[in-house]
Structure formats: structure tokens, C-alpha cells
């Protein structure tokens, strides 16, 4: 939408075949956000759901739904204008909400100890390769004859066939997945400490979630903290930096496009160096919470200094502009093997949950920022302002690592297993069965 959303609102030519919106800047920012008050909304719902029911069928649930509103969003413009979109917009956001808690969830039940950030930053990695793809891919469907709303009937129809996809071939767990090989389901099992038949009793087990112990948890306060922080800065620069490229560097549309991409293509190379040097530090003896402070600290405190270099320097070159954007997002990175995945670290067995209420609160935030930004940014072609949003995301990438360092742990929770668990009551052949 960040990208499409250029497409939709610039000026009618005579050569335009098909319609423009005359959307303010306020309106976009509107639009925008709207996602984000669905995804929040459905948050910690999607956590509990993942936990006690499937991660592997809500998540492929979710993304279909959401792909299948994805490819309504031209109708909807058309017979309902701005509030058709932002109703369009928030049920995507209500199915997408998922997304993080479910895939927690799996990461718990699938990744080794020792291997979790290069399995957690090659799962997450995956959402800065579909904004490589897609930026460019979006530009260049924009400009072309069949125009802006291919960009979402293109992108809807491949979350639809990834759903079906990952509904028939993914599962929740080692034990339940029919092609895995013996050696690496026991390899799975014993780095978790775990069996296979404890695996398969926990499925009748419903566990009672430790709320209050959860919301009295100072490490678990401190990753709300960072994960704000990380919100603000990373959805302020992913959903405002088209527009900043179209009125402040002046690209077209094709041109927006390659470079909006080019700051998460660096980004998803850098991520997979660094959790690997990630694991390889733990592998060597130092301290899990030394290395998850040390990345997020290069993947939030370098976007700040970068974006205070933007917003300072008086630059008329574009090549210097996208080089700074470049850094600011490119050392976002670190921020999979640094507080992302930290959840796990403090409890295996609510990683989904934590999530779900960290990406929550967070989601807020998400809400809350390209208003802000809407706000601040009233004439699009004003550096000035564009630099008090660039200002604004660098104080909150600093001061959210900061709690983090300060309050933040990386050893598990002692509410991470005194959680009592109440069996789910046996059907009558069950009991039979087991007398």
C-alpha cells in the first residue's frame, strides 16, 4: 500500500487509465495506519489461539483471509473511496495480527536453543525479502498498462497460493510432520529436552497462562519497551519513505520503487551474518543476554545515529539521501537476534503469548506514527519538516534500546515452568484405553 498509495493519488494525466484519489496527506497517513488498528486489536486473541489450538491452521487461516481483502482493495475504492480502504485495511490487519504469535509459537516447538536466531532471523528475514520484492514489483505494476490495482490483485493472489501452500505442507510440531527424518525429529526433541511422547502429551494439556506473573516481569516490561521503540522508527520509515522519495528526491514511480527496496535489501542480507555470528558468540561462551543487547543496540542505536544524520546535514544529493536510508534500515537487523528473539530466551513455553502482548502494545505505536508523521509533514516537499520525523524515530530507537539494556535478561523465567497445566478431559475410549 505505501508504494501503490503513490500510484493512487498522483495527478491525473490525460494518459491515466485509471482512477486517481485526491487524498491529502492526512488521508494517507489514515490509510496507512489503519492496518495497524485491526492488528492490534487481535494481538494477544491470536497468541492464546496459537498456544491451545494450531499455529501452523491460524496462521494459514489468517493469510488467506487476508490475501482474499488484499485483492478487494480496487472495489472498494471504487464504491466506497477512503473508508471503504480503511475498512479493507483493518480486517487485513485483524487476520494479519497472527502473524508474529504464530510463528513464535512454531519457532518454540522447532528451533534449537543454539540455533535460534539463525532459524528466527531466516524466518523473520522473510518480511524484509517480500519488501525487496515487492517494492520494486509494486512500482514497476503501477506503471504498467494494467496499472495500480494489479499491484493488489498480484499480491493477493500469491498470499492465497503461500496459504494453501503452508496449510497442506507445514505443522505444528516435529512429532506431527509427515516427512521429517527420524534423526532430526530426536536431534529437535533433545535439544529441547523434551520426547516424543511428552510432546504428544502436552497437546492434552491446556496451560494456564501466567498473566499476572507475565505483567509484573521487569525483563518482560523491558522487550514492550524495545519493541515500541522498534515499531515507531521501522513502520515510520516503511510506510512514509515512497512518499518521501517521490516529493523530497522527486523519483517516479519505477525509480521510488528500486530505491524504497534497496535499504531492506541490505537489510535482509546483513540479517543472516548476523545471527549467525550471533550463535557462533554463544557457541564460543559469551553471555545469551551480552549478545542480544549487543545486536539490538548496532540494529537501533546505528538507525539513530544514521537518521540524525539525515535530518542534519543540509543534502541535495539523492545517492547520499538513499546511502543514510540505506544504513537505517540495513542495521535494523540485528534487532531479529536481539530483542525478537528474546521471547523465547525467557519462556519457550508462552514465547507466542509474550509476543502477542508485546506486538500489541507495539502495534499502538505503529497506529500512532505515521499520524504523528501526518501531523508534522503537511507539505510533503518540506525537508524541515520530514527532518523533525527523522529527529522524532532516532530519540525512540535510543531511548527504547536503552530500557532494554538496562532492564532486559536473557535467561528463563522461573513462571516459565512452575505454570501448572489441567489435563483436558479424556473421552470415554481415551480412558478405557488407558485403564
Known sequence: MSEAIVAMTKSPSDDQKFKVYDWSPQDKSIILSSFFWGYAVMQIPSGYIAGVWSGQKLLSLGMLVCSVLNILIPTAAEYGNLIAVCVCRVCMGLCQSCLLPCTHTLLSKWAPPDERARLGAFSYAGGQFGTVISFPVSGFLATSSIGWPSVFY???????????????????????????????????????????????????????????????????????????????????????????????????????????????????????????????????????????????????????????????????????VVTILVIAVGLNAGALCGFQINHIDLSPNFAGTMMSITNCVASVIAIVAPLICGVIVTDEENKTQWSLVFYLSAAVYIIGNSIFILFGKAEVQPWNETTSSTPKKQSRNESVTTQ
Not at 507445514?170 to 525429529?185: A, T, V
Not at 529436552?193 to 492434552?204: A, G, L, N, V
Not at 515500541?228 to 522508527?233: A, Y
Not at 517516479?252 to 557462533?280: C, K
Request: hydrophobic share 45%; net charge positive.
Open 154 to 320: 498480484v499480491f493477493g493472489a500469491l498470499g492465497i497460493i503461500w496459504s494453501i501452500a503452508f496449510f497442506i505442507f507445514g505443522s505444528d510440531s516435529p512429532s506431527e510432520h509427515s516427512r521429517i527424518s527420524e534423526m532430526e525429529k530426536q536431534y529437535i526433541f533433545n535439544s529441547l529436552k523434551t520426547s516424543e511422547q511428552d510432546d504428544s502429551q502436552t497437546k492434552k494439556m491446556v496451560k494456564k497462562t501466567p498473566w499476572k506473573a507475565l505483567f509484573t516481569s521487569v525483563p518482560m516490561w523491558a522487550l514492550i519497551i524495545v519493541h515500541c521503540g522498534q515499531n515507531w522508527g521501522y513502520w515510520t520509515l516503511i510506510t512514509e519513505m515512497p512518499i518521501y522519495m517521490n516529493a523530497v528526491l522527486k523519483f517516479d514511480l519505477q525509480q521510488n520503487g528500486m530505491m524504497s527496496a534497496l535499504p531492506y535489501l541490505t537489510m535482509w542480507i546483513l540479517s543472516f551474518p548476523a545471527s549467525l555470528l550471533s550463535d557462533f558468540a554463544l557457541q564460543k561462551g559469551v553471555s545469551r543476554g551480552v549478545v542480544r543487547k549487543v545486536c539490538n543496540s548496532v540494529a537501533h542505536w546505528g538507525p539513530a545515529v544514521a537518521l540524525i544524520c539525515l535530518a542534519t546535514i543540509p543534502i541535495h544529493n539523492a545517492a547520499v
